[in-house]
């Protein structure tokens, strides 16, 4: 959306900026803080555009009404509506701690109904495949494989993966330290296959090192840390060979891992452990992945299932 630029609409980017600060501060990640602001500065552009409205103290909530309506009209809004909620009612809040606003207008505002749509998640076998891929003959593929393990034998998130550092793997008793979302650590044990990968590789990791490589267990080619866009790009390469359709990522791997534990009779707690949810109910969306692969695996095979 194009909009004139008013030197009062600063007023507005100067308190989203604040509330990122503040975010940053809580620990946020940069994906929640790059799509928090995404998303405020929308709002930004729909009030000064549609309400010529450039002060946070004056937006009502038929302001917020209004902007909703306009997002619902766009394509695939369904699961960006919730996370603009959630980002406005942040900002709302905060407006309000620091004074500019008496109250939240998002209080009373309805959260948008919508089915979570089933996560795609790679078969067992498809997983032995992928991890067959990687080409060891040289130091990339032998990294790459390291990298792959690491997230179906461990669940990690791509930026976790990335984050990793030499002081934090136990060789002794296999395990990885990971630093999640909110700064919140936890301890993951390592299989015995990804443990070997990882092995492998940190013999040769030194070919890979520069005098300003950091201690992250994982480097790219010319010694510097990865950061969420190069390790997607070169792990997808992988994942775009076994994949059966669009929507397949490397964190469909993640999803593997939690799906694979759940069906082979791990507890959903254990799960939720590995994985770093803060709730429960995150990590109970593997149910209904399980559920759907028994519904199916029924109607294949049960002789009354079509009748």
Not at 23 to 50: I, P, R, V, W
Not at 80 to 91: E, G, Y
Not at 223 to 243: C, E, M, P, V
Request: aromatic residues 10%; hydrophobic residues 35%; positive net charge.
């Amino acid at each position: 959306m194009c909009i004139a630029v008013d030197k009062e609409f600063f007023c507005m980017k100067e308190w989203i900026e604040k509330h990122r600060q503040y975010l940053k501060l809580e620990g946020k990640s940069q994906h929640t803080l790059d799509a928090y602001q995404s998303d405020l500065e929308q709002f930004a552009s729909f009030l000064l555009e549609s309400f010529q409205l450039q002060n946070p103290a004056d937006i009502q909530k038929l302001h917020i009404r209004a902007f909703l309506q306009w997002l619902s009209g766009l394509p695939d809004c369904n699961r960006s509506l919730a996370r603009k909620l959630a980002s406005l009612n942040s900002w709302f809040k905060f407006l309000k701690y620091r004074g500019l606003r008496s109250d939240n207008p998002m209080r009373g505002i309805r959260r948008p109904k919508f089915e979570i749509p089933l996560a795609k998640v790679f078969s067992e076998e498809e997983m032995e495949l992928l991890l067959k891929i990687p080409d060891t003959s040289d130091i990339f593929g032998i990294r790459n494989l390291a990298m792959l393990e690491l997230l179906y034998s461990c669940g990690l998130r791509l930026m976790e993966l990335a984050n990793l550092s030499l002081e934090d793997i136990d060789f002794r008793r296999r395990i990885i330290r990971v630093m999640g979302k909110g700064k919140k650590q936890r301890m993951i044990p390592v299989g015995s296959k990804a443990f070997d990968a990882l092995k492998q590789y940190l013999e040769k990791r030194n070919m890979l090192v520069y005098e300003y490589s950091s201690n992250r267990v994982f480097l790219t080619k010319s010694g510097k840390d990865f950061d969420r866009t190069q390790l997607n790009r070169i792990l997808s390469r992988y994942l775009d060979l076994i994949a059966r359709d669009k929507g397949y990522s490397p964190h469909t791997i993640r999803h593997s891992f939690a799906t694979h534990l759940l069906s082979r009779g791990a507890e959903l707690r254990v799960i939720q452990e590995m994985l770093g949810h803060s709730k429960l109910s995150t990590t109970e969306i593997y149910t209904h992945l399980t559920l759907e692969e028994i519904k199916e695996a029924y109607e294949k095979g049960h002789p009354r299932s079509k009748e």
